[in-house]
């Protein structure tokens, strides 16, 4: 799997969209982006996935460079409960993968 | 929306003990999976299970460890003779069969089990 780079913490205000970078230059055609998160001690909670299109569900967006090397999480209106560690991992689908966690970004929203 | 469940929440066990893990999948899921977090570090792969044998495992995953599927709801994972450093959360997941476009691959994880091993 792709490595990735994320910063270790970000702040955002209450209400306002709450944007967590992620970097994956290494990226392969076949591997897509997921992003889930942890809230203090939580099990992982599954947020979004894309291949190479943006993509929104119900929690978030997910924004894909066109050269696929990074992307971008945005929750549009941050609220405290959406303070948690994010984590970005890019992964083959299929098979019995692992998912394979990293450090993630620490977010903290603020009031 | 289904969900993976775990119990205890919290089990404390004497160095040495046995415990074991309980985990309840989402109903049509087939695939399986335990992770453990040790507090303030990365969540950490320990095994994967499908089709009633074991597909992955890690370095972690010693010989006192074992995973079973005793019927067709119930996911377990049992530590034979606990250990100081086994002291951690402990995640199950799972993840449905293939054949969905998009959704095949998604881990889904249940709420942990938090081991004290005293």
């Known amino acids: 799997d792709a490595k990735t780079t994320q910063p270790p913490s970000m702040d955002c205000a209450e209400g306002r969209a709450a944007n967590l970078p992620c970097n994956h230059s290494t990226i392969s055609g076949n591997e897509y982006v997921y992003w889930y998160r942890q809230i203090h001690s939580q099990g992982p909670q599954y947020i979004i996935h894309?291949?190479?299109n943006n993509e929104t569900n119900e929690m978030a967006s997910l924004i894909i460079t066109e050269d696929r090397k990074s992307s971008t999480l945005i929750l549009p209106h941050a609220t405290l409960r959406d303070t948690a560690v994010y984590y970005c991992?890019?992964?083959?689908?299929?098979?019995?993968?692992?998912?394979?966690f990293g450090i993630g970004t620490k977010l903290q929203v603020i009031p | 929306e289904p969900e993976v469940t775990q119990t205890p929440s919290h089990q404390v066990t004497q160095m040495g003990q046995e415990v074991i893990l309980r985990c309840v999948p989402i109903s049509n899921h087939l695939y399986f999976y335990w992770y453990r977090q040790i507090l303030g570090q990365k969540v950490e792969f320990l095994v994967s299970?499908?089709?009633?044998?074991?597909?992955?495992k890690s370095e972690i995953f010693d010989d006192q460890f074992s995973v079973e599927r005793p019927d067709g709801s119930n996911f377990t994972l049992k530590i034979r003779s606990t250990k100081l450093e086994d002291s951690a959360m402990y995640f199950c997941?799972?993840?449905?069969?293939?054949?969905?476009?998009?959704?095949?691959?998604?881990?889904?994880f249940g709420p942990g089990t938090r081991l004290t091993v005293l």
């Open positions: 997941a799972s993840r449905e069969t293939p054949g969905r476009e998009g959704r095949t691959d998604t881990q889904y």
């Open positions: 299970f499908y089709n009633n044998e074991i597909s992955e």
């Open positions: 991992i890019v992964r083959f689908p299929g098979g019995y993968q692992k998912v394979t």
């Open positions: 894309g291949l190479k």
